[in-house]
């Protein structure tokens, strides 16, 4: 009989705001503040781990290699993480089994969930959005990350897994991130977290080009798709062990992905998450989505064309605490006006409904099934949206199908 779960739509995340005079401070702060998640986070992975077949010897391996990565890459960032360790009186080793989890789990046979993340590209009007898919036992294990600007860094919002500095989030800069995993015979343990990565790009990026160069920069051993979204344009980098590939919007201004490689340089070498993976399926249900949408938004325009691919074009690839609201109804009037069926630009309302399935179509709302055994049992955890032209992100427990209850919109 399967253990019991909280749903995650019943998740009442708690916010961590924090403001500090430094990132070592900060990092403190965080460990002090949030040390008995990060403890449970941390039981919970190390029964994933079992779950999944790897040893704790090699897990501590794994964990060990990663932060003598870190440290050589962003020793800035490494400091915080020692913070953190501290501040939650565990060890930097035992942390680092949280922050590398991605690469912890490349020792497995199989990735046990899967995500979908969607972007419209309008000059002065790009938006995005993802429902980030986990196990649902880690359901009650995340929390809204307010993380206040230090010297040399910018504020961020988003959301964050205890003992996480960073993940799926926007600056006040304007630039965001969101994230799915990927799969890749070249996938291996002991390179930089991919979640540090995410959180540099939050901290340090001012521009598309700065978080595309950190991106670059850092020496990944794992496989994943990490969208970065701005104002006026959205890249998705494809990330294949070390090997990163760009792939930027058709004429339609939509990217589209899920949990398979789609760069035509990865594709040798590129696996499945799962056997039974529904990532072809839930990419072939976006695309007709988007056609649709777009179809509608050209006809409405006069007929004026929307060409290119609805999941982009790899040839083109080379200081106050957040005011936040429980306010779903209020945010979908905000956005209803204009979208399809005008010459106005996408909207995050738009691409809710893209991204909301029913029981009868593939799981891009992700529900696990009523007998569902754990590490066998994935859900939409929360759903994130993206408006970087206002400086604007929405964070809601569970998918788009149950409604957005308990949204909660920052302002940055």
């Known amino acids: 009989m399967s253990a019991p779960f909280v749903p995650a739509v019943q998740a009442r995340p708690e916010t961590f705001a924090v403001r500090a005079a430094d990132h070592i401070d900060r990092g403190r702060r965080r460990g002090r503040e949030l040390s008995t998640g990060i403890d449970s986070a941390l039981s919970a992975y190390r029964h994933f781990f079992s779950h999944l077949s790897i040893a704790e010897a090699d897990v501590a391996g794994a964990a060990a290699s990663s932060h003598a990565r870190l440290r050589e890459w962003s020793p800035t960032a490494a400091e915080e993480v020692a913070a953190v360790a501290d501040g939650a009186g565990i060890e930097v080793s035992e942390l680092m089994e949280i922050i590398a989890r991605t690469e912890i789990m490349t020792q497995a046979p199989v990735a046990p969930t899967e995500c979908s993340t969607i972007s419209h590209t309008r000059p002065g009007a790009s938006v995005a959005a993802q429902n980030w898919d986990w196990a649902v036992d880690f359901s009650t294990l995340w929390h809204i990350n307010d993380v206040g600007a230090v010297p040399g860094q910018h504020r961020h919002v988003g959301i964050a897994e205890y003992g996480m500095l960073g993940k799926i989030g926007l600056n006040e800069a304007g630039v965001g991130v969101l994230l799915n995993i ?231």
């Open 182 to 412: 990927l799969k890749h015979r070249a996938d291996g343990p002991g390179g930089v977290p991919v979640h540090m990565i995410l959180e540099r790009v939050l901290s340090e990026a001012g521009s598309l080009a700065e978080a595309l160069e950190i991106i670059h920069s850092a020496p990944t051993s794992s496989s994943s798709i990490i969208t970065v979204i701005t104002a006026e344009a959205a890249v998705q980098v494809e990330i294949a062990g070390e090997a990163k590939r760009e792939r930027r919007a058709g004429a339609d201004g939509f990217l589209v992905h899920t949990n398979h490689f789609l760069h035509p340089d990865l594709l040798d070498g590129s696996l499945e998450l799962r056997p039974g993976s529904t990532s072809r399926a839930r990419l072939r249900h976006l695309d007709e989505a988007v056609a649709g949408l777009s179809a509608g938004c050209s006809e409405a325009a006069g007929g004026s064309a929307h060409g290119g691919s609805a999941h982009g074009d790899p040839a083109r690839a080379e200081g106050d605490p957040a005011r936040a609201e429980d306010a779903p109804a209020r945010a979908e009037a905000a956005e209803a006006a204009p979208g399809p069926g005008s010459s106005g630009p996408v909207t995050i309302g738009d691409l809710t409904k893209l991204l909301t399935t029913g029981p009868d179509e593939p799981p891009v709302c992700a529900v696990p099934g009523p007998d569902a055994a754990y590490g066998d049992r994935s859900a939409t955890l929360v759903t994130v949206r993206i408006d970087p032209g206002r400086k604007q992100i929405d964070l809601a427990p569970g998918s788009p199908a149950e409604g957005l209850r308990g949204n909660r919109r920052f302002q940055l």
